[in-house]
């Protein structure tokens, strides 16, 4: 990992590759030599992943580089930036560089290119429905629903799901509309269930709780409460409105929030903090478990049969469509026919699909877990009951997000700052690197304001708001860390079959685009897609996508005609990276 100076503007059948692992890859690669000998990215990408598995390597940027002014994303960077997530355990040990097979199958029915919350998901609602019964058998290698997950990295949800602030919280308010609102609410609602239901709460850490949006200026607690205000009839008791005139739901005011300094707040009923790695590794294994992968294949090979294969450490180059409108998938290790994709790739999206580069930007977020303050008398430490964001209009306006982990660590994981990074991070997709500039003011600018972190809340007033920057106290950081989002034009996500016109055709889905908010939208997006695949819906529940985030040519059409490019938007004041839907709403009250 770099620190970047920057500024504002299993299974039995688990194959765990020992210390010959990357001459392994390097020879496997050679199935695909024509791809990776005219592939200047796959190159790049292997010599970083040389060098970042080099013990005696020192931490360096990667080596993959693209034309940033194209604004296609690369391949994932090959020595990423420490998340807080991604410490080392018994489970990332067991994933680690988890090859279902020694060998890549040479075919597969479904291919999922990508092992973040909207891959796992993905993949078990097809094998919860399909029970592994595969409804066109060309290409599936036992006759049966088999699933293939390509990960380019050695950790699967080592992407944005694995690097991200950790929270699960439904936008209701600012949502671009009811319907959107609504899904929101139905993925959340959905995920507790999951984590009841399969007794694992304690084991990913879902803890529920209200969150409370801070508006710190006043212009956008004006808009905030305008959009409050217009709220329909079911969504509107999902929030309270406090400020100087109004309590909360139980008589809660801003210093009972943490947030004196605020002009007001927003508190919504319906959110949770959870390790968002460890719910995705437990949907893996799980699905290991469940489904293997039979036999060490067809003809004395080791690619095996059937089931559910997780491919680590195999990035994809390119996809090329065949004449029976099935996929050849090309990777660094070899060819795989398939009878559809889903492309569960967030940010990256464009590294396959360049045709969705302006649709789909990737932009770096930035986290840091800081240890908090201790009370000097007691040497306690404030125990949080809420998340939190933190939003304003200001010279560098602020969209920050947080939640504590659990006592007596108590870390606090603050993440956003984006009007600190350099271009706000917007056509950024390696996570290699930690700008300065931001790092530090994620360690300056939380307590005492606008968060109070007093173990007994008697600590900053709304008089010790600061006139010029924020004179508080700097926090110690135990990671430091970025991620990379997938921004969409129109801030919705993109869920669909590709068209043509995308560089798509029949049997090629994807799911992304969560501008920075994922983890109440992938899941259920991720049911969506099986449903269009399989034909037949997953539960009798009424659930339906929201039609604002149905890929179709008419809504390429319309965003590319009526809305701006994210590199136009960002030269807008107020932009935020992390939390647009917010201040886009404030704005168009305005």
Same mark, same amino acid.
């Given at each position: 990992?770099?620190?970047?100076?920057?500024?504002?503007?299993?299974?039995?059948?688990?194959?765990?590759?020992?210390?010959?692992?990357?001459?392994?890859?390097?020879?496997?690669?050679?199935?695909?030599?024509?791809?990776?000998?005219?592939?200047?990215?796959?190159?790049?990408?292997?010599?970083?992943?040389?060098?970042?598995?080099?013990?005696?390597?020192?931490?360096?940027?990667?080596?993959?580089?693209?034309?940033?002014?194209?604004?296609?994303?690369?391949?994932?960077?090959?020595?990423?930036?420490?998340?807080?997530?991604?410490?080392?355990?018994?489970?990332?040990?067991?994933?680690?560089?988890?090859?279902?097979?020694?060998?890549?199958?040479?075919?597969?029915?479904?291919?999922?290119?990508?092992?973040?919350?909207?891959?796992?998901?993905?993949?078990?609602?097809?094998?919860?429905?399909?029970?592994?019964?595969?409804?066109?058998?060309?290409?599936?290698?036992?006759?049966?629903?088999?699933?293939?997950?390509?990960?380019?990295?050695?950790?699967?949800?080592?992407?944005?799901?694995?690097?991200?602030?950790?929270?699960?919280?439904?936008?209701?308010?600012?949502?671009?509309?009811?319907?959107?609102?609504?899904?929101?609410?139905?993925?959340?609602?959905?995920?507790?269930?999951?984590?009841?239901?399969?007794?694992?709460?304690?084991?990913?850490?879902?803890?529920?709780?209200?969150?409370?949006?801070?508006?710190?200026?006043?212009?956008?607690?004006?808009?905030?409460?305008?959009?409050?205000?217009?709220?329909?009839?079911?969504?509107?008791?999902?929030?309270?409105?406090?400020?100087?005139?109004?309590?909360?739901?139980?008589?809660?005011?801003?210093?009972?929030?943490?947030? #004196?300094?605020?002009? !007001?707040?927003?508190?919504?009923?319906? *959110?949770? &903090?959870?390790?968002?790695? /460890?719910? @995705?590794?437990?949907?893996?294994?799980?699905?290991?478990?469940?489904?293997?992968?039979?036999?060490?294949?067809?003809?004395?090979?080791?690619?095996?049969?059937?089931?559910?294969?997780?491919?680590?450490?195999?990035?994809?180059?390119?996809?090329?469509?065949?004449?029976?409108?099935?996929?050849?998938?090309?990777?660094?290790?070899?060819?795989?026919?398939?009878?559809?994709?889903?492309?569960?790739?967030?940010?990256?999206?464009?590294?396959?699909?360049?045709?969705?580069?302006?649709?789909?930007?990737?932009?770096?977020?930035?986290?840091?877990?800081?240890?908090?303050?201790?009370?000097?008398?007691?040497?306690?430490?404030?125990?949080?009951?809420?998340?939190?964001?933190?939003?304003?209009?200001?010279?560098?306006?602020?969209?920050?997000?947080?939640?504590?982990? #659990?006592?007596?660590? !108590?870390?606090?994981?603050?993440?956003? *700052?984006? &009007?600190?990074?350099?271009? /706000?991070? @917007?056509?950024?997709?390696?996570?290699?690197?930690?700008?300065?500039?931001?790092?530090?003011?994620?360690?300056?600018?939380?307590?005492?304001?606008?968060?109070?972190?007093?173990?007994?809340?008697?600590?900053?007033?709304?008089?010790?708001?600061?006139?010029?920057?924020?004179?508080?106290?700097?926090?110690?950081?135990?990671?430091?860390?970025?991620?990379?989002?997938?921004?969409?034009?129109?801030?919705?996500?993109?869920?669909?079959?590709?068209?043509?016109?995308?560089?798509?055709?029949?049997?090629?889905?994807?799911?992304?685009?969560?501008?920075?908010?994922?983890?109440?939208?992938?899941?259920?997006?991720?049911?969506?897609?099986?449903?269009?695949?399989?034909?037949?819906?997953?539960?009798?529940?009424?659930?339906?996508?929201?039609?604002?985030?149905?890929?179709?040519?008419?809504?390429?059409?319309?965003?590319?005609?009526?809305?701006?490019?994210?590199?136009?938007?960002?030269?807008?004041?107020?932009?935020?990276?992390?939390?647009?839907?917010?201040?886009?709403?404030?704005?168009?009250?305005?």
């Amino acid at each position: 990992m770099t620190i970047r100076e920057g500024g504002p503007g299993g299974g039995a059948d688990h194959h765990m590759p020992n210390s010959s692992h990357h001459d392994d890859l390097d020879r496997a690669a050679q199935q695909a030599q024509q791809e990776a000998n005219t592939n200047t990215t796959y190159q790049q990408w292997q010599n970083g992943l040389n060098h970042a598995t080099n013990r005696s390597a020192t931490a360096t940027t990667s080596n993959i580089d693209s034309d940033p002014s194209s604004g296609q994303a690369g391949l994932p960077s090959t020595n990423p930036s420490a998340s807080y997530w991604l410490q080392p355990s018994d489970i990332s040990q067991t994933l680690e560089d988890y090859r279902s097979t020694p060998d890549l199958p040479q075919s597969a029915d479904t291919v999922i290119v990508g092992s973040g919350i909207t891959g796992a998901f993905a993949a078990w609602f097809l094998l919860e429905q399909t029970g592994g019964r595969a409804k066109d058998v060309s290409y599936s290698s036992s006759g049966g629903g088999d699933i293939l997950m390509l990960e380019a990295r050695r950790q699967p949800c080592s992407g944005a799901t694995g690097r991200n602030g950790g929270h699960c919280q439904p936008f209701v308010y600012s949502a671009s509309t009811p319907s959107i609102a609504e899904f929101e609410l139905a993925t959340f609602q959905f995920l507790k269930a999951f984590v009841e239901e399969h007794g694992i709460a304690g084991a990913v850490d879902w803890r529920n709780l209200k969150t409370v949006h801070a508006f710190l200026t006043e212009e956008v607690w004006e808009g905030a409460k305008g959009l409050v205000e217009k709220l329909p009839e079911g969504l509107r008791d999902q929030v309270d409105l406090v400020d100087e005139t109004r309590k909360g739901e139980k008589g809660e005011t801003l210093r009972d929030l943490r947030v #004196p300094g605020a002009k !007001g707040a927003v508190v919504q009923k319906h *959110a949770a &903090s959870l390790w968002p790695w /460890k719910l @995705v590794a437990w949907v893996l294994q799980r699905l290991l478990e469940r489904f293997p992968v039979k036999g060490e294949g067809r003809n004395g090979t080791g690619e095996g049969s059937g089931g559910f294969n997780l491919q680590t450490n195999t990035p994809v180059l390119r996809l090329d469509k065949l004449g029976d409108g099935k996929w050849t998938v090309i990777t660094s290790r070899g060819h795989i026919k398939a009878n559809r994709v889903l492309l569960a790739m967030n940010g990256y999206t464009s590294n396959l699909l360049p045709e969705m580069k302006d649709l789909i930007v990737p932009v770096r977020s930035q986290v840091a877990s800081l240890r908090p303050p201790k009370d000097a008398a007691s040497g306690k430490v404030a125990e949080l009951d809420y998340s939190y964001a933190f939003i304003s209009e200001e010279k560098f306006p602020r969209d920050e997000y947080l939640h504590q982990r #659990p006592l007596p660590g !108590g870390e606090l994981i603050y993440g956003g *700052a984006r &009007s600190h990074a350099e271009n /706000k991070a @917007v056509g950024v997709w390696q996570d290699d690197e930690v700008e300065r500039g931001v790092a530090t003011y994620l360690r300056q600018n939380l307590a005492p304001y606008p968060l109070d972190l007093t173990p007994d809340k008697t600590g900053s007033t709304p008089t010790d708001t600061p006139t010029e920057g924020n004179e508080t106290t700097e926090l110690e950081a135990t990671h430091q860390w970025t991620g990379i989002m997938g921004f969409s034009r129109d801030a919705n996500p993109w869920v669909g079959r590709v068209p043509e016109s995308l560089g798509g055709g029949e049997n090629l889905y994807m799911c992304a685009g969560y501008t920075g908010h994922g983890m109440p939208q992938a899941a259920l997006a991720a049911r969506m897609i099986v449903e269009e695949i399989t034909g037949k819906p997953f539960a009798d529940d009424g659930l339906k996508l929201p039609q604002e985030m149905v890929l179709t040519e008419e809504r390429v059409r319309r965003v590319r005609e009526n809305t701006k490019t994210l590199e136009e938007q960002q030269q807008a004041p107020g932009w935020s990276a992390t939390m647009p839907q917010l201040l886009a709403a404030t704005e168009r009250r305005t």
